[in-house]
């Protein structure tokens, strides 16, 4: 209906100027948002798609919004990693777990978009049972990019010490590391078995990353 864009609110870490974190300047426009009252619908809705992408300053924001909400607000924080969502924040919202899509289900609606076999396994691996990150990854470029990160992952888990160092300088050069990790992130956690500890040290050093760049 007219106007219920008004009521509806989507975010994520492409919706700001920064990429790959949701900034304390989008919480800011969530507050506006919620100050005023439903246009057309009996709610206020906003939708904060990889929460755990906020940056601690944002995390700190949207807690004055919880702990204060009007009786028309409504938000939805989807994470995948709840462990790196303020413990203040998790505590003021409610636990909703949903399991993993089944492989086949994604993939019938992957092929149905006109993806090959071999892009199509990809997706599968690095999207994980989430029908959502699955659709996302075969629009634009995104596939391409995918592509061009796990194939730099295989090859590294068979390179040599140094030249492991020297791809690293590259990739920090060319500031392709966070896009890269999230990438490789995303796909361990779909393939945990046998990669726990690289999962590990990759969550580590996205996190040194953000500390980084944040603080």
């Known amino acids: 209906p007219e106007g219920a864009?008004?009521?509806?609110?989507f975010l994520d870490e492409n919706t700001g100027e920064k990429t790959y974190s949701i900034s304390i300047?989008?919480?800011?426009?969530?507050?506006?948002f919620f100050?005023?009252?439903?246009y057309i619908s009996p709610w206020k809705i906003a939708v904060i798609d990889n929460a755990h992408l906020m940056e601690t300053a944002a995390q700190n924001s949207i807690l004055k919004i919880l702990e204060e909400p009007s009786s028309y607000s409504l938000i939805i924080l989807v994470t995948d990693n709840d462990d790196k969502i303020l413990r203040s924040v998790r505590s003021r919202c409610q636990t909703v777990r949903f399991r993993p899509i089944s492989s086949k289900l994604i993939e019938k609606h992957i092929f149905d978009r006109g993806i090959n076999t071999e892009d199509a396994k990809l997706v599968l691996d690095v999207a994980y049972g989430r029908m959502g990150y699955a659709l996302k990854l075969i629009e634009g470029e995104s596939i391409k990019n995918v592509k061009k990160?796990?194939?730099a992952f295989q090859k590294l888990q068979k390179a040599p010490l140094s030249s492991r160092f020297i791809y690293a300088k590259k990739l920090a050069e060319e500031g392709d590391v966070a896009e890269y990790l999230y990438y490789w992130i995303k796909y361990l956690r779909g393939d945990i078995r046998?990669?726990?500890?690289?999962?590990?040290?990759a969550l580590e050093l996205n996190n040194l990353i953000k500390q980084t760049k944040f603080n």
């Open 5 to 9: 864009d008004l009521d509806f609110k």
């Open 25 to 32: 300047e989008e919480m800011r426009d969530l507050k506006r």
């Open 35 to 38: 100050s005023f009252k439903p």
């Open 149 to 151: 990160a796990m194939e």
């Open 194 to 201: 046998g990669n726990r500890f690289v999962l590990q040290k």
